[in-house]
């Protein structure tokens, strides 16, 4: 026999037994033929690991849109993925919002308030871009990759081994369903035959997927330690992020005491208060020309019955109907004894009027006139 004949011989086997599998399988869904059910053990794994699967996948791809919202970006990523090439590197949001911020505050004079706040805030988005970039490397090595495996490998395997035990379970039933139609005796003997062939080969086909299954216990446990790499990359995130704004934060809140206005004008001529002799010199800190309330005399400040003037130095816009919005260089009274009647109010906040308005207003935008 040459080897022409071998494979068509092979090809006719294997047509005959697709087509056994196949009239099989059409017969149980009709309801005219048993079907060998798995045993429970093996039906929970199965059950287990497919929603592992599932899950798994739902997880991974919505972490990559967490890391990378930009979906193009994702997909030319993906692509170089593929082609077993590294991407080509890119400035991210951050930092192009930072560059943008210090070119503006560049042009527009780091000398003048407005100009150098911008350029510190780029300087800060720049710090939260390369914190980003170490936040999506680390994600991808200690938890995308790890997933991404388990679907392209180990639940890969496991399907292969499923589907090869649904094919094992065919033969079988079909073998069943020949036995119980065979008549003459020596059709039954083959039919017996094949039918202890077929039971022997499903029975080691679901033992190897068993093992398999079994493996997904050892999956969790894995995707556990990954999450936890995880949760401690995004921790290490948001906390340099944190301490960047934190930073940034005290020194813009620097900037009154030390730019008064973005043209470099001097302050104003300081106006005469209401009450002259209302609040002592001990309640009031004069910084570089700024005169800011002392947290250390804000007892003294309690009793005192008049209102100070004082000269907006940023556009502030309410938070709430609690607070007062503030235009730069307008001028208002501060009510002094109503800042204290207010039950834990922060003494980074005085009360404002204006007309028939009040509301609460932050010192640091504020330059308080003798």
Known sequence: ?????FNVKK?????????????QFTEEKLGQAEKTELDAH??????????????TEKIMKQTEVLLQPNPNARIEEFVYEKLDRKAPS?????ELLGQYMI???????PGTAYGNALIKCGETQKRIGTADRELIQTSALNFLTPLRNFIEGDYKTIAKERKLLQNKRLDLDAAKTRLKKAKAAETRNSSEQELRITQSEFDRQAEITRLLLEGISSTHAHHLRCLNDFVEA?????AQCYQYMLDLQKQLGSFPSNYLSNNNQTSVTPVPSVLPNAIGSSAMASTSGLVITSPSNLSDLKECS???????LYDYDAANSTELSLLADEYFILQVITVFSVVGMDSDWLMGERGNQKGKVPITYLELLN
């Open 103 to 109: 070119d503006a505050g560049t042009e527009f004079g």
């Open 11 to 23: 090809l006719a086997a294997d047509a005959g037994t697709f087509l056994s599998r196949a009239v």
């Open 1 to 5: 026999m040459n080897i022409m004949d």
């Open 306 to 312: 008049g209102s100070r003037k004082a000269r907006v």
């Open 234 to 238: 995004q921790m290490t995130y948001y």
């Open 90 to 94: 890119r400035i991210n949001n951050p």
């Open 42 to 55: 093996l039906e929970n794994l199965l059950s287990k690991a497919e929603c592992t699967k599932i899950w």
